[in-house]
């Protein structure tokens, strides 16, 4: 029988298939899912795509660019503007007689300078704008607070002597920055480290006083103990008086360099060195200076704490937290959803009752994530953690211990979320596992419990790594449970330390999913932090890929070495 041109359709192999033989084969459905996963995967290409665009570039030193701006017709009012052209955009606005409308374009510039202008980004008309230019001496300064500072360097200054002025300037702030950035350094770890330990061993002391209030009865000796610990505090309080001075001096002599700068309008503005972070002149740079600041700032972007409400700054603490409580939720999430499935196939009954466990499994996985998260709270943080502080730390009442948020209850609620992806995962792979290998084990004599152990277990370990490798991708990018079980905007102290026991679980941390969120839309200054935004989600993305490929090429050795095994 043959079939018309229409009714046929032309397959890879070049041959002709009749129509209603394509749709009882259900060949279109393959060719359905092929179209699907196409644009999956160009929707996927496509986001990341935006991400790389917006975030790779934030770290370049950026071209400033001064121009001259008439503020309204008088030719006379022209002011200088100096910043970092960002974007143009059309405007259509009506032509005074109302008989039409006419494109204009404006130009977005980041002026900085949030202190003199009150924001950081102004747009301007192009038709007012003129006099373009690039001056190679126009400064970029980083600072602190109050995001950057563009304009040019005047002078600079120890206490009441100028350094420096004009050209040779420049050199002298160089190396006056060094000194002051050395200071800060070592303020800095003085306040952390030095000032920390006396706080922390204050505090220990004073909750001392609370247990020996509540265990010694005789008022004697409860007063000789409670004497003996007042003694430590004064000497540990002598100690903070001492580093607190010595805090002092190193802010007075960090402050006595300054830099006068002059705005492209004129303004002066001087700066206290030891508050700016760096310093650079971008239109003088050639491309391996360049370079050399991009990897400089990735660099500190991956490793410096965050600042000016974590719009500014690194983001290592959250990197911290995250790996950290992600490992955590998989070192939990693993064992038990392994042991669960190995009972669901290997021990439990099949019957209505495993049937409807297993469902409820399933349905476990469709749950909304803040559910899980207001679980967390309610029967770790309160129930568990209230219990604890009840029960071993009763002289901090009412402060809790464990009974608020900490990366343990976060990564306990994270495990709950992502069991039922271990579960499933781990039954395929032990359903997967040849019978006969079983009977194999089981006709040389050993137990069921051997078989499971050094035969089934064995053999089901890629295909249980590869729920967990699932875990971890789902666990790593959750948000909604953290921000009510643990994770915090800014956490001065960092979950691992080297201070005993080195592991605090019961701390709170910061997340890179909840800091995008905060950046993005809890930040003061949403359109400054949008850079940051585009930045922590492309290295989210390269955490959660790291951790997945580690995981994987576990997988795969775990694999090649029980092939090798079963074939030797």
Not at 16 to 30: A, K, M
Not at 455 to 462: G, I
């Amino acid at each position: 029988m043959t079939s018309s041109p229409n009714q046929q359709i032309h397959t890879s192999k070049n041959l002709s298939v009749p129509l209603g033989t394509f749709f009882r084969r259900g060949e279109q459905w393959i060719w359905l899912t092929g179209a699907t996963l196409a644009l999956s995967l160009v929707l996927i290409a496509g986001l990341l795509f935006i991400i790389v665009l917006n975030g790779v570039g934030y770290f370049w030193p950026a071209t400033l660019t001064m121009a001259e701006y008439r503020q309204g017709t008088e030719e006379t009012t022209r002011t200088k503007i100096l910043g970092v052209v960002m974007k143009h955009h059309e405007l259509r606005e009506g032509l005074p007689d109302g008989k039409g409308v006419r494109i204009v374009k404006q130009t977005q510039f980041k002026i900085g300078n949030r202190d003199l202008f009150g924001q950081d980004f102004a747009w301007y008309r192009d038709e007012n704008l003129s006099n373009y230019s690039t001056p190679e001496d126009a400064v970029a300064v980083e600072r602190m607070e109050n995001g950057n500072f563009y304009g040019f360097l005047e002078s600079v200054s120890e206490g009441d002597k100028v350094l420096a002025r004009g050209p040779d300037a420049w050199k002298t702030m160089e190396e006056a920055l060094k000194t002051t950035t050395a200071l800060r350094k070592k303020l800095h770890h003085l306040e952390r480290e030095d000032i920390g330990a006396v706080n922390r061993e204050i505090k220990e002391q004073e909750l001392e006083i609370k247990r020996i209030k509540r265990r010694i009865k005789n008022p004697e000796e409860r007063e000789a103990a409670i004497a003996r610990v007042k003694e430590v505090i004064a000497r540990e309080n002598v100690v903070f008086d001492g580093l607190k001075k010595k805090a002092d001096q190193l802010r007075v002599e960090g402050s006595r360099f300054t830099a006068v700068f002059r705005t492209a309008g004129g303004q002066e503005k001087t700066l206290e060195l030891i508050n700016i972070v760096d310093a650079y002149r971008p239109n003088k740079m050639n491309l391996l200076e360049k370079g050399l600041f991009y990897v400089g700032h990735v660099w500190g972007f991956v490793f410096d704490e965050p600042r000016e409400s974590n719009t500014e700054g690194g983001v290592f603490p959250a990197i911290f937290g995250t790996v950290m409580m992600t490992i955590i939720m998989s070192l939990v999430v693993t064992p038990f959803g392994v042991l669960a499935a190995f009972y669901l196939r290997e021990y439990a009954k099949q019957g209505p009752l495993v049937r409807a466990v297993r469902i409820a499994i399933n349905n476990l996985a469709g749950v909304p994530s803040i559910v899980f998260g207001v679980f967390g709270l309610g029967f770790f943080v309160y129930f568990v953690g209230g219990g604890i502080d009840s029960l071993f730390y009763p002289e901090l009442a009412p402060t809790p211990v464990w009974g608020t948020g900490g990366i343990l209850w976060a990564s306990l609620t994270l495990a709950l979320l992502t069991v039922p992806v271990v579960i499933v995962a781990t039954e395929e792979s032990i359903a997967a596992v040849p019978r006969g290998v079983r009977e194999g084990s089981l006709a040389l004599g050993a137990s069921k419990f051997q078989t499971i152990c050094n035969v089934v277990l064995p053999a089901s370990v890629p295909g249980i790594l590869t729920g967990v490798i699932l875990a971890m991708a789902r666990g790593a990018g959750e948000v909604a449970p953290l921000m009510i079980t643990g994770v915090v905007k800014l956490a001065p102290e960092l979950p691992f330390d080297g201070h005993f026991p080195f592991l605090h679980l019961d701390r709170k941390f910061m997340h890179l999913g909840f800091h995008i969120y905060d950046v993005g839309f809890q930040s003061p200054n949403v359109e400054a932090a949008r850079p940051m935004v585009f930045t922590t989600t492309l290295l989210l993305i390269i955490i959660v890929v790291a951790l997945n490929v580690a995981a994987i090429y576990l997988r795969d050795r775990i694999r090649k070495r029980y092939i090798q095994g079963a074939f030797a």
